[in-house]
T-cell receptor, first 113, second 111 residues
């Protein structure tokens, strides 16, 4: 079974802090994704990566950056956290090919105060 | 730009009923359509994936269908149980790697 893990289930940070959210997958997937989920807005893609050191902006990249130094690990960075980044953050991975089936981690509930 | 819609936003049915969840999408040139389940405060669990060349997929009590020409997919749940209570999300991919999600249907099965 594919396993996608995220470093924290709950996180509380202060405005202006630099925040790192970590995601690790154990299935040698090329593709990894970061989404945020908000009531009424659904899931929105922040960034994705299709290989080590490769990244592409999603629909809402402003205020975020990412890092992928190893295939299994994809980090989301909030350079200077703001209250409007309070959200549920979900990481996913997939293997490129016809199926493109995405597997999700348990999520990190981030609160910025 | 692909848009995915799920109606209704919430559904409540008694235990044992068969039910259908609906998903519609605006761009029929999809790679696949995926159905997920999400329990409160948790991540997404993949239920079924239908490739663009397929019409349906089945897993246990779940059956998902796909009609690209009409831009619709349905998720059929047979003999519903209280443990089926969750939010169900559909997502389609037009650009191969990217999923576009619907807002979800919150399903409650009453004992």
């Amino acid at each position: 079974d594919v396993k996608v893990t995220q470093s924290s289930r709950y996180l509380v940070k202060r405005t202006g802090e630099k925040v790192f959210l970590e995601c690790v997958q154990d299935m040698d997937h090329e593709n990894m994704f970061w989404y945020r989920q908000d009531p009424g807005l659904g899931l929105r893609l922040i960034y994705f990566s299709y290989d080590v050191k490769m990244k592409e902006k999603g629909d809402i990249p402003e205020g975020y950056s990412v890092s992928r130094e190893k295939k299994e690990r994809f980090s989301l960075i909030l350079e200077s956290a703001s209250t409007n980044q309070t959200s549920m953050y979900l990481c996913a991975s997939s293997f490129p090919g016809q199926l493109y089936e995405q597997y999700f981690g348990p999520g990190t509930r981030l609160t910025v105060t | 730009k692909q848009e995915v819609t799920q109606i209704p936003a919430a559904l409540s049915v008694p235990e044992g009923e068969n039910l259908v969840l609906n998903c519609s999408f605006t761009d029929s040139a999809i790679y696949n359509l995926q159905w997920f389940r999400q329990d409160p405060g948790k991540g997404l669990t993949s239920l079924l994936l239908i490739q663009s060349s397929q019409r349906e997929q089945t897993s246990g009590r779940l059956n998902a269908s796909l009609d690209k020409s009409s831009g619709r997919s349905t998720l059929y749940i047979a003999a519903s149980q209280p443990g089926d209570s969750a939010t169900y999300l559909c997502a389609s991919s037009v650009e191969a790697q990217k999923l576009v999600f619907g807002q979800g249907t919150r399903l409650t099965i009453n004992p």
